[in-house]
């Protein structure tokens, strides 16, 4: 079936790096972790600890724990173990999370669309809750899918079903956004959704039905589309 064959009635998101900007984020708390636990890691020059947390890190997608046991033994952090650095950063994450411009009005647009939203993002269930609700954009969505909750995750396509399942939608009704190329675009084409890429610097071309630099041309992308398959 055609993809556009099916009017638009539901967009579902990522949340790390295309929701929250997680780089500027991730800057942010390691900055405001040094200077909170000085006392234990003030012999590491401030740029090194995170430059090095951002690099062991890599763009979320290796657990914090392995970063930290990293850190303590290249760094011979002594006095804190890796588990609190852990804690610490489950504890305080959520206040260093900066959105990406435009979010509040870009999804309040999709609403006035009438459009379903949905959310699908990798992670620990309870911290990515911490973060959604720290961003207060929870009201938005008519579902949330944490993949530690649902047992679940990107790119498996049972969690892009279950989501569109509890939307009532089917998959040829809906975009996915997201800025991994494989696990967000690709795994959402292959259960017959349309996938938008929110560009970052991390790849080159990228095979997507659209791709935007911010987050206010989803609706106008949308708009567009639906105008389109109303003169069809």
Same mark, same amino acid.
């Given at each position: 079936? +055609? ?20 780089? *500027? ?16 890691? /003030? ?16 763009? $979320? ?7 930290? @046991? ?5 760094? !011979?952090? %002594?006095? #804190? ?5 852990? @804690?610490?950063? %489950? ?23 009438? #459009? ?5 993002? +990798?992670? !620990? /269930?309870?911290? @990515?809750?911490?973060? %959604? ?5 929870? !009201? ?11 047992? #679940? ?14 939307? +009532? ?8 956004? $997201?800025?991994?190329?494989? !696990?967000?675009?690709?795994?959402? *084409? +292959? ?12 790849? $080159? ?28």
């Amino acid at each position: 079936m +055609n993809r556009n064959s099916e009017n638009i009635k539901s967009v579902l998101f990522d949340l790390d790096g295309t929701l929250l900007n997680r780089e *500027q984020s991730v800057k942010s708390f390691t900055e405001k972790q040094y200077e909170r636990l000085y006392k234990w890691v /003030g012999h590491v020059p401030k740029d090194k600890y995170v430059s090095r947390f951002i690099e062991l890190d890599e763009q $979320g997608y290796v657990w914090k724990d392995k970063v930290y @046991q990293q850190l303590i033994k290249e760094y !011979k952090i %002594i006095g #804190l173990t890796w588990e609190n650095l852990l @804690q610490d950063y %489950i504890q305080h994450f959520k206040y260093s999370c900066i959105p990406y411009p435009n979010l509040m009005d870009m999804l309040a647009e999709l609403k006035t669309q009438n #459009l379903a939203l949905g959310m699908i993002t +990798n992670g !620990k /269930g309870q911290f @990515q809750m911490d973060n %959604i609700k720290t961003l207060g954009i929870e !009201k938005y969505f008519d579902t949330i899918l944490i993949s530690e909750w649902e047992g #679940l995750k990107k790119p498996e396509p049972q969690i892009f079903n279950k989501a569109l399942e509890q939307l +009532n939608v089917l998959p040829s009704e809906s975009i996915f956004v $997201g800025d991994h190329p494989e !696990k967000d675009v690709k795994a959402a *084409q +292959n259960v017959g959704m349309k996938g938008i890429w929110k560009k970052n610097e991390h790849w $080159g071309d990228v095979e997507a039905d659209m791709i935007v630099d911010e987050l206010m041309e989803i609706p106008s992308y949308i708009r567009a589309l639906k105008s389109l398959e109303d003169s069809i």
